[in-house]
C-alpha cells in the first residue's frame, strides 16, 4: 500500500482532511460485527423477556443515534448528513449469536465507513448493556467493513 497518509500535514501533525474540492458522490458502507452469549439469553431477548424492554429496537435506536453522533467521537471525521442508516439483526438462538449488519447512506465528500462501523459498535454495546445482569459473559466481535461504495477509490468488497 503507497497510499498517503492524508491524516497528517508536513510537520507531521494531526488535521481533518480538506475535502472540499471533492465531487459530491452517493456513497454506502456495509459494517458487521457480532455478540456472543448464552443461548438461555438469546431466547429471552426473542421472546421480549427482558426486563430493560425490548432489546432489538434500544439497540437499533441507540445504533442509529451513534451513527448521526461519529464525529463528535472520533476526532477527524467530518461530520455527514446521512441520508439512511439500516440496522438488521440475524439471530442463532442454537449457537447464542446475534449478528449485526448496519448500512448506512450520503451523498457526500467523504465516505461513511466510520458511521457505520460505529453504529455496529454501539448497537452491540447497547445489546450488552440491556442483558448484562443475567449473562456477563456476552462477547462482542468480528466488527469489520464489509462493502464501501463511491468515491475516488470506488467499491471495496470484504474477501
Known amino acids: 500500500m503507497s497510499e498517503k497518509f492524508t491524516h497528517f500535514n508536513g510537520h507531521g501533525q494531526a488535521i481533518m482532511v480538506d475535502v472540499g474540492d471533492k465531487p459530491a458522490t452517493r456513497r454506502a458502507a ?4 457480532e455478540i456472543r452469549m448464552q443461548p438461555e439469553t438469546l431466547r429471552q431477548i426473542l421472546d421480549r423477556q427482558m426486563g430493560k424492554g ?8 441507540a445504533g442509529i443515534m451513534a451513527a448521526k453522533q461519529t464525529a463528535s467521537l472520533i476526532p477527524l471525521c467530518h461530520p455527514l448528513p446521512l441520508s439512511s442508516i439500516e440496522i438488521d439483526f440475524i439471530s442463532d438462538p442454537s449457537r447464542g449469536i446475534i449478528s449485526i449488519n448496519v448500512t448506512t447512506k450520503v451523498t457526500g465528500r467523504t465516505g461513511v465507513e466510520m458511521e457505520a462501523l460505529t453504529a455496529v459498535s454501539i448497537t452491540a454495546l447497547t445489546i450488552y448493556d440491556m442483558c448484562k445482569a443475567i449473562d456477563r459473559d456476552m462477547v ?6 464489509q462493502k464501501k461504495t463511491g468515491g475516488k477509490s470506488g467499491t471495496f468488497v470484504r474477501n
Open 30 to 33: 456495509l459494517a458487521t460485527g
Open 54 to 61: 425490548d432489546v432489538f429496537a434500544v439497540a437499533r435506536l
Open 140 to 145: 462482542i466481535g468480528e466488527i469489520c467493513l
